[in-house]
């Protein structure tokens, strides 16, 4: 695991916290589907993905879905960050996009570790910083973009979180993710196919306009 660390975080932490985590992390294969974190969880460990992604979503009274950002390589979660460190009961999903690696560290350690590393603590407040972004970004999609300009938002996102042109997804997942109806999202994705945009086969969209 240590080696792992060190290729994938080395260039943030120093030695002696790679160490530390080393000793007190759980490394963990996570499937994709794979549900790490549920809204109303307490959460008592906080994820660094070593390779893959995760998606971060929220849910409404009724039970459905909004897809708010994606974790990757190098990342870990604001939310799951002010949960720990709040004692708090989580307020997103987290669900493995792809096969992803990752490291699982108590909570205990994270508040020691910030007055006790100077680069924990930037790399915790850069994470607040990414995420805030990207939830920005998630509101401006809702509130100024076309439900269209939105879904193609969509799949080139998840495209390149798995670094891959052609995306395994269906209309319902899609649907689910963007919290509209199947029907619309196929109308759509059609429309797309006619511009040039996408490929449509069984289960899955090859995006033409990366």
């Given at each position: 695991m240590l080696d792992e660390l060190q290729q994938h975080y080395g260039y943030l932490f120093e030695e002696e916290l790679l160490q530390e985590i080393n000793n007190v992390g759980t490394y963990k294969d996570i499937p994709e589907g794979f549900k790490l974190i549920e809204i109303g969880d307490y959460i008592k460990s906080m994820p660094l993905l070593i390779s893959g992604a995760i998606k971060i979503?929220?849910?409404d009274l009724?039970?459905?879905?909004?897809?708010?950002?994606?974790?990757?390589q190098g990342d870990t979660c604001a939310m799951t960050l002010s949960c720990c460190l709040g004692s708090s009961k989580s307020e997103i999903r987290a669900v493995a996009e792809t096969d992803t690696k990752l490291i699982?560290?108590?909570?205990e350690k994270m508040e020691e570790w910030l007055g006790k590393y100077k680069s924990w603590q930037k790399f915790v407040l850069q994470s607040y910083h990414n995420r805030m972004s990207e939830l920005l970004e998630a509101i401006d999609s809702i509130a100024f973009l076309k439900l269209d300009e939105?879904?193609?938002k969509y799949l080139k996102d998840k495209a390149m979180v798995n670094h891959n042109e052609?995306?395994?997804?269906?209309h319902q997942e899609i649907a689910r993710d963007l919290h509209t109806?199947?029907?619309v999202i196929s109308r759509l994705l059609k429309a797309l196919e006619n511009l040039g945009k996408i490929e449509l086969h069984r289960n899955s969209i090859k995006i033409?306009?990366?």
């Open positions: 979503m929220r849910e009724d039970g459905d879905e909004l897809l708010l950002y994606f974790i990757e699982m560290v108590p909570i939105r879904l193609f052609v995306i395994q997804v269906t109806s199947r029907v033409l306009d990366l």
